[in-house]
């Protein structure tokens, strides 16, 4: 069975110019003696967007780990696949993001939830578990409640694990789950039973993504109180090792940490509890990679700097347009938007300064970095001249993508010198 390394980073590469430099940020921290499996992905939505095939990212995979010469493994992740949509990426891809959340409160047959509430018997107990304070005090009806509201998404996680399966083959590729782009997060018991019923059915998941609390905003920090996430995140991965001794899910099984949020906050406590219970970790970086080539553009000046001012005044005039598809996942204080007229006249610096996610700077702006973030479609209307630019200041650009990967991200995760 292919299986995904005990770390691994999904690097979101929206225009396919970034692999490289992304890739330079895995091999860096292998020297440093952390072995990270990388993962390209890229989600149905901004292959519309940008006009691209999933055949696209499985080419940019293979052409920068050949160049680069390296031979660890690496994946191509059909990104927040569901029924609609998975049929695209068969063929590309080795890694599927099943994503159930427009499943989540559909209700299945009642004889289908009956059938799940007998089998999970034994579990309506107080579960004590090393490490969560509170047992978990489980009831027939909680169960019931459970599989009412996650039986019918497991069951179409399985209809589209077994369609990419009769296409690939057993085992030929990595299966996640995720149910994080939904209001609420699960509860610790609803996890327990949702990665019951995974097991019940064959799916057999080596990364799951659940729904924590606090935000996780398009590109900037997470929002909410860390010791509460650390305190959630723990119980997660405890309830995790239960279920794979308990419900034959695989051994590698481990958390998803999803969102194009650079969850500098949470970092700390993520890598604590991971070394901590000797876990794995999935981290998905999507988005910020576009935001390092808007920043790498703007320090290169010149027609580069101009062009994202530009890019930068029409996601003011479409603000309302571009957001919409967002609305869950950005928070954006208008007030705290500057005008085009005023950026017009900034210096390189200013404007990177503004953009980069360094929270110390007292020119960062939180608020203009998520309306960039989300702003991706106006570059892709004019990709002919972004990639042009991209071109002509490609090692500008990719130190900004490769520092912002192995120091924000890689190095905070891992506590790497």
């Given at each position: 069975?292919?299986?995904?390394?005990?770390?691994?980073?999904?690097?979101?590469?929206?225009?396919?110019?970034?692999?490289?430099?992304?890739?330079?940020?895995?091999?860096?921290?292998?020297?440093?003696?952390?072995?990270?499996?990388?993962?390209?992905?890229?989600?149905?939505?901004?292959?519309?967007?940008?006009?691209?095939?999933?055949?696209?990212?499985?080419?940019?995979?293979?052409?920068?780990?050949?160049?680069?010469?390296?031979?660890?493994?690496?994946?191509?992740?059909?990104?927040?696949?569901?029924?609609?949509?998975?049929?695209?990426?068969?063929?590309?891809?080795?890694?599927?993001?099943?994503?159930?959340?427009?499943?989540?409160?559909?209700?299945?047959?009642?004889?289908?939830?009956?059938?799940?509430?007998?089998?999970?018997?034994?579990?309506?107990?107080?579960?004590?578990?090393?490490?969560?304070?509170?047992?978990?005090?489980?009831?027939?009806?909680?169960?019931?409640?459970?599989?009412?509201?996650?039986?019918?998404?497991?069951?179409?996680?399985?209809?589209?694990?077994?369609?990419?399966?009769?296409?690939?083959?057993?085992?030929?590729?990595?299966?996640?789950?995720?149910?994080?782009?939904?209001?609420?997060?699960?509860?610790?018991?609803?996890l327990l039973f949702i990665l019951k019923m995974l097991g019940d059915l064959k799916i057999p998941a080596?990364?799951?993504?659940?729904?924590?609390?606090?935000?996780?905003?398009?590109?900037?920090?997470?929002?909410?109180?860390?010791?509460?996430?650390?305190?959630?995140?723990?119980?997660?991965?405890?309830?995790?090792?239960?279920?794979?001794?308990?419900?034959?899910?695989?051994?590698?099984?481990?958390?998803?940490?999803?969102?194009?949020?650079?969850?500098?906050?949470?970092?700390?406590?993520?890598?604590?509890?991971?070394?901590?219970?000797?876990?794995?970790?999935?981290?998905?970086?999507?988005?910020?990679?576009?935001?390092?080539?808007?920043?790498?553009?703007?320090?290169?000046?010149?027609?580069?700097?101009?062009?994202?001012?530009?890019?930068?005044?029409?996601?003011?005039?479409?603000?309302?347009?571009?957001?919409?598809?967002?609305?869950?996942?950005?928070?954006?204080?208008?007030?705290?938007?500057?005008?085009?007229?005023?950026?017009?006249?900034?210096?390189?610096?200013?404007?990177?300064?503004?953009?980069?996610?360094?929270?110390?700077?007292?020119?960062?702006?939180?608020?203009?970095?998520?309306?960039?973030?989300?702003?991706?479609?106006?570059?892709?209307?004019?990709?002919?001249?972004?990639?042009?630019?991209?071109?002509?200041?490609?090692?500008?650009?990719?130190?900004?993508?490769?520092?912002?990967?192995?120091?924000?991200?890689i190095c905070r995760l891992f506590d790497l010198d």
């Open positions: 069975m292919k299986t995904l390394g005990k770390y691994s980073i999904g690097m979101g590469d929206r225009f396919g110019h970034q692999g490289s430099a992304q890739l330079k940020a895995v091999i860096e921290a292998g020297r440093k003696g952390l072995e990270i499996t990388p993962v390209w992905n890229k989600s149905n939505r901004e292959h519309i967007i940008i006009g691209t095939q999933p055949e696209d990212v499985r080419k940019e995979a293979d052409e920068v780990t050949s160049k680069a010469g390296f031979t660890k493994p690496y994946f191509v992740d059909a990104d927040h696949i569901n029924s609609d949509t998975v049929d695209r990426f068969i063929d590309s891809s080795d890694f599927f993001t099943i994503d159930v959340a427009s499943y989540i409160g559909k209700k299945s047959d009642d004889e289908k939830i009956e059938e799940f509430v007998v089998r999970s018997v034994e579990y309506a107990q107080e579960l004590h578990f090393s490490g969560i304070k509170e047992p978990l005090v489980i009831t027939l009806q909680k169960i019931k409640s459970i599989a009412e509201k996650y039986l019918y998404a497991a069951l179409k996680a399985q209809e589209i694990y077994r369609k990419i399966e009769k296409r690939k083959g057993e085992g030929t590729f990595v299966t996640e789950v995720s149910m994080d782009e939904v209001p609420h997060p699960q509860t610790p018991v609803e080596q990364t799951i993504a659940p729904k924590f609390s606090g935000r996780f905003n398009k590109g900037v920090d997470y929002t909410g109180d860390p010791k509460k996430f650390a305190a959630e995140f723990e119980s997660d991965i405890i309830v995790i090792d239960f279920a794979i001794r308990e419900f034959g899910l695989p051994a590698n099984l481990k958390m998803s940490i999803h969102s194009g949020s650079d969850k500098f906050a949470i970092y700390p406590f993520i890598g604590n509890i991971i070394r901590k219970h000797n876990k794995g970790i999935h981290l998905k970086t999507a988005g910020t990679t576009w935001l390092e080539e808007v920043t790498g553009l703007a320090l290169a000046g010149g027609e580069a700097l101009e062009f994202v001012k530009d890019i930068y005044a029409g996601a003011l005039e479409k603000k309302q347009e571009l957001c919409a598809p967002y609305a869950d996942v950005i928070d954006i204080d208008k007030a705290r938007l500057p005008l085009a007229k005023e950026v017009s006249g900034w210096s390189s610096k200013k404007f990177a300064d503004s953009v980069r996610h360094v929270n110390t700077n007292i020119d960062y702006n939180p608020d203009m970095r998520q309306l960039i973030h989300v702003a991706y479609k106006l570059a892709a209307e004019r990709s002919d001249e972004f990639f042009s630019l991209l071109e002509k200041n490609s090692e500008q650009v990719a130190d900004c993508v490769f520092e912002n990967m192995y120091r924000r991200h």
